[in-house]
């Protein structure tokens, strides 16, 4: 009998188990998980659109100020001597009225790009293209009027000068809308997970 006493009394007294040696758990919840964070989005869009809708806003307004000065200009170039024909008086129109579409068109792009609307980046690109285009057309005007007005003088033998003219201005636009659209881009580029 002294023996099965003993036997219940050593098994009834003891814990088995190892002791949690640090009480403190950091990162778990009440169903012990780890801490999920939620991603911060990025400030690139929010920092080109402010860019881009400063530029369509001044460049814009200049825009307007060109729009009602073309009838000056073209006055300006038939009072030198220079023969401004119906087309090319429709291109100044055409080109000022498309300088002011395509700045609204950038400032609504920085708008939406500061919103994280993947369609801002794809608005402001589609604006640069055009803008490329129509410098493409005012290149081809300024080239031929620059030959008219050295073949006009008489003084200077410059023939090819105006065609000369035109080929800078179009290596111009293609570097200037390569570096535009860069930039137009870079939230697209940076943030392309951030945008909507």
């Not at 007294?13 to 990162?27: K, V, Y």
């Not at 400032?107 to 993947?118: L, P, S, V």
């Not at 801002?120 to 005012?138: E, H, K, R, T």
């Amino acid at each position: 009998m002294d023996e099965d006493s003993q036997d219940d009394s050593s098994s009834a007294g003891t814990l088995e188990g190892s002791p949690n040696i640090d009480g403190t758990q950091q990162n778990a919840n009440a169903y012990q998980q780890p801490m999920a964070y939620a991603p911060v989005k990025s400030q690139v869009p929010k920092v080109f659109g402010v860019f881009m809708m400063i530029y369509g806003v001044i460049v814009g307004l200049f825009a307007i100020l060109g729009i009602f000065g073309t009838g000056s200009v073209i006055n300006d170039y038939e009072q030198a001597g220079i023969n401004i024909s119906g087309l090319q008086t429709a291109w100044f129109y055409i080109s000022a009225i498309s300088a002011l579409a395509i700045n609204g068109a950038v400032a609504f792009g920085g708008y939406e790009t500061y919103n994280y609307k993947r369609r801002g980046v794809m608005i402001g690109l589609g604006a640069v293209a055009l803008g490329f285009l129509i410098s493409l057309g005012d290149t081809a005007i300024t080239g031929d009027i620059v030959q008219q007005m050295l073949d006009s003088s008489g003084e200077v033998e410059a023939e090819g000068f105006g065609a000369l003219i035109a080929g800078v201005g179009v290596v111009m636009s293609i570097v200037c809308s390569a570096i535009c659209g860069l930039l137009v881009a870079i939230p697209l580029l940076a943030a392309g997970n951030d945008l909507e």
